[in-house]
């Protein structure tokens, strides 16, 4: 059977134990899901790239629900606890798991978005204005990305590869510029 024909459910891993918990499972022949993004923070001094879970402390688990019993899953070495509503794991959409996959490389490492258009609001993720959320201005024809980015109250404009921005949920960060009323 599938991983796409399962149901898949939350769990939650110990702290430090994403790799114990993720192994643990699979020895238990329960697929995981595990999305990751990569990040750039200040540290030291200098700006460092690192790969980070995508939900920190949590896995996606393919469960097959007329199968084995998901209690097993709560005495993994490694995880919490399932996320339950009640006496039942929470089930998480298909649909849901099947998108963030596609997002992401065979590693679980989301891809930077494929497709921008202006007005777009995205949030860059690499160099000096990592974390910052910009608005898509213009796409120039080698790939490099105009935004406009508020500093102090001023609006800048600056160039970034699309590989360094992920583009923002609609209305997770105020509305957007290109929205008519």
């Known amino acids: 059977m599938s991983c796409m024909s399962k149901t ?15 192994a643990n ?8 899901f595990l999305p990751l993004e990569e990040v750039t923070a200040r540290s030291g001094g200098r700006f460092v790239t690192t790969v ?10 393919a469960h097959d629900a007329g199968g084995s019993r998901w209690q097993t899953i709560n005495s993994t070495y490694g995880i919490k606890r399932v996320v ?13 798991v099947a998108q963030l996959m596609l997002r992401c490389d065979r590693d679980g490492k989301l ?14 993720t690499s160099g000096p204005f990592a ?3 910009a608005t898509v201005q213009e796409i120039a024809p080698d790939r490099r990305i105009w935004v406009l980015l508020e500093l102090m109250g001023v ?5 970034a590869p699309v590989e360094g921005m992920r583009l923002v949920a609609q209305g997770a960060a105020g ?3 290109s929205a008519s009323s």
Do not use: H, N
Request: proline residues 11%.
């Open 8 to 22: 898949w459910i939350l769990a939650e891993m110990k702290r430090g134990c994403r790799f114990m918990a993720e």
């Open 52 to 61: 980070r879970p995508l939900f920190p402390g949590y896995v996606f688990v």
């Open 84 to 96: 339950t509503f009640g006496d039942a794991p929470a089930i998480v959409p298909l649909s849901v």
């Open 155 to 159: 609006r800048t404009r600056l160039s």
């Open 131 to 133: 974390d910052f959320v």
């Open 175 to 177: 509305s957007s510029p």
């Open 111 to 124: 891809l930077p978005p494929r497709l921008l258009s202006p007005g777009d609001r995205v949030r860059l």
């Open 25 to 32: 499972l699979r020895r238990q022949r329960y697929s995981t």
